[in-house]
């Protein structure tokens, strides 16, 4: 089994910067995806960001050029460093994880390991 915990969200001022961390433990060995997703109440989970052992990384539209994903692979941690924050990335944002190889993915469906999520809020 595979354990991950969310850190670092919070309230911040649009134009203002988060940077998340997501701690896994466990089985870690082959989570070669993992991914920031997050959600907003009454809609679907959103893909923001993935990437593969390899650093690969994929972005949603919506946030690239703002957010940056990185995982430092000996300490199993994975991050979310998002800069220049606007009213729209308020959301809880949830990391995920799963032993596949390949590309970075933004599908939900992917991914079997999930946390409990951490809360970003940005005021206008």
């Known amino acids: 089994q595979v354990q991950l915990v969310e850190s670092g969200g919070g309230s911040v001022q649009a134009g203002g910067s988060l940077r998340l961390s997501c701690a896994a433990s466990?089985?870690?060995?082959?989570?070669?995806?993992m991914a920031w997703f997050r959600q907003v109440p009454g809609k679907e989970r959103e893909g923001v960001a993935a990437?593969?052992?390899?650093?690969?990384?994929d972005y949603a539209d919506s946030v690239k050029e703002r957010f940056t994903i990185t995982r430092d692979n000996t300490d199993n941690t994975l991050y979310l460093q998002m800069n220049s924050l606007k009213p729209e990335d308020t959301a809880m944002y949830y990391c995920?994880?799963?032993?596949?190889?390949?590309?970075?993915?933004?599908?939900?469906?992917?991914?079997?390991?999930w946390g409990q999520g951490t809360q970003v809020t940005v005021s206008s």
């Open positions: 995920a994880a799963v032993a596949i190889y390949g590309y970075p993915q933004l599908d939900e469906g992917t991914y079997t390991y």
């Open positions: 990437i593969v052992t390899d650093e690969i990384t």
């Open positions: 466990g089985n870690t060995r082959n989570l070669n995806c």
